[in-house]
């Protein structure tokens, strides 16, 4: 089992920053990927960015260039955002994936105001 915690959502305006972080805890030996989900309201959860065990990273064509996934001993992931768009304005949701399971946080609210 793993458990994870995000922190680190709030109210941003247009061109703010934010930095989200992720706690892992449990067996997290056993995870082999991690990553930031977001669903807005009405919309189905995307993925933002993932990174693996070997630190190979991949991002969302809309986030691209603004936002950097980064992790430190599968304890603890972050999503580095800048340039915060009113269109980012979703709940945020930290996964892990150890084996064929699927980890996921409560998530954090991020909001973007124009």
């Known amino acids: 089992q793993v458990q994870l915690v995000e922190s680190g959502g709030g109210l941003v305006q247009a061109g703010g920053s934010l930095r989200l972080s992720c706690a892992a805890s449990g067996s997290i030996f056993s995870i082999g990927a991690g990553g930031w989900y977001r669903q807005a309201p009405g919309k189905q959860r995307d993925l933002v960015a993932v990174m693996t065990s070997g630190a190979s990273t991949k991002y969302a064509d809309s986030v691209k260039g603004r936002f950097t996934i980064s992790g430190d001993n599968a304890k603890n992931l972050y999503l580095q955002m800048n340039s915060l768009q009113p269109e980012d304005t979703a709940v945020y949701y930290c996964?892990?994936?150890?084996?064929?399971?699927?980890?996921w946080g409560k998530g954090t609210l991020v909001t973007v105001s124009s």
């Open positions: 996964n892990a994936k150890a084996g064929i399971m699927d980890y």
